[in-house]
């Protein structure tokens, strides 16, 4: 096998410790059927749609088949879905109050079309209420389609966290990246003189980011350190040990890691990498909260992070992270009122 620098740059063996799956290059396929399954309950189950005729909400996904995967080749992601779902849903006519119960059908979900263009059916049990049937394929065709959107946004991001291994780059290129503030993210920046090289050696980079949340510093830092209340807004079992040298474990292992720094209210350090990042590399992160009136901000750095990953880490941390805790913090608010 060649050294660095020498023969076929589809094979040669990098700087990196796991040396698997050289420079992208080989095909490597990644399951994603059972998290599709979760996902897609997760985003269709409980949408409500509501009108002049009325109200209706979507139950339970009753029907599920089909699969997923993502592949990857020569460092690009390439996916591979189908599905057929059919989901139930009840609703109340405005203004005789009668209820009437019907379901969608979606019968192929899959990459050959776009969400626009994908059949979506709706029926009603017999009787009247058309009404509601109406406003299911009017209203609430148009809440699914925004569904099927986030799962497959979801799929190519979630789902796909350090798929894409670091790869070495050639002598003398310099790595940039630069970036705007999206969504609730006040502050998102990398720059050059962040690279920084941690654990194993491959190219890193630094992400900055802030984000404001209605509760209390206490509060947050609860949300990060407890076990119960990191499993409510990651939606799966979580391993966390809350003390100078614990273990962390989250989304069914694809993150984990370990305490390093505890400041009740104040401040968390990790030890923090994801499991398709090479063996052994971890990144830096710091969460710092600060008491702004009647909020936190969390100042997050994420030291060390793999210049291919550098996206989906970053998508990680506001949509499965930040996106999900203020869910949580509103739910939590709701129900005390």
């Not at 992601?77 to 109050?97: A, D, M, Q």
């Not at 799962?151 to 970036?179: D, N």
Request: contains cysteine; glycine residues 6%.
């Amino acid at each position: 096998m060649a050294k660095w620098g020498q023969g076929d740059p589809r094979w040669i063996v990098e700087e990196r410790a796991d040396a698997t799956n050289v420079n992208n290059w080989h095909w490597t396929e990644r399951d994603a059927t059972s998290w599709s399954k979760r996902k897609l309950k997760e985003v269709l189950e409980g949408l409500v749609v509501e009108g002049e005729a009325g109200r209706c909400e979507i139950g339970d996904l009753k029907h599920v088949e089909g699969e997923a995967s993502c592949n990857s080749r020569k460092g690009k992601l390439i996916f591979f879905y189908e599905w057929n779902l059919r989901l139930s849903w009840k609703g109340t006519v405005k203004e005789s109050g009668e209820k009437h119960k019907g379901s969608v059908e979606i019968p192929n979900l899959s990459e050959e079309n776009e969400v626009d263009d994908t059949e979506i059916n709706v029926s009603k049990k017999k009787g009247e209420g058309d009404v509601l049937k109406d406003l299911m394929r009017t209203e609430g065709t148009t809440k699914v389609r925004e569904a099927l959107r986030d799962y497959l946004k979801a799929l190519k991001t979630e789902f796909t966290l350090g798929m894409i291994l670091p790869t070495k780059a050639p002598v003398g290129q310099e790595l940039t990246t630069e970036h705007k503030p999206t969504g609730n993210t006040i502050q998102d920046s990398v720059s050059p003189q962040s690279l920084d090289t941690v654990g194993v050696k491959i190219p890193t980079v630094r992400i900055l980011m802030r984000e404001m949340f209605n509760s209390s510093a206490d509060e947050l830092y609860s949300i990060f350190t407890t076990k119960e209340l990191v499993q409510k807004f990651s939606k799966c079992p979580a391993v966390i040990e809350a003390e100078k040298g614990g273990k962390l474990q989250m989304f069914e292992g694809c993150v984990s890691g370990e305490y390093t720094e505890l400041v009740p209210s104040q401040r968390i350090v990790l030890k923090w990498r994801c499991r398709s990042w090479p063996d052994e590399h971890y990144a830096t992160v710091a969460l710092n909260f600060k008491d702004v009136v009647a909020q936190t901000e969390l100042q997050l750095e994420c030291k060390g992070v793999p210049v291919s990953s550098e996206e989906s880490t970053r998508q990680c941390w506001k949509k499965q992270y930040f996106e999900e805790i203020h869910i949580l913090l509103q739910q939590s608010k709701e129900s005390m009122e």
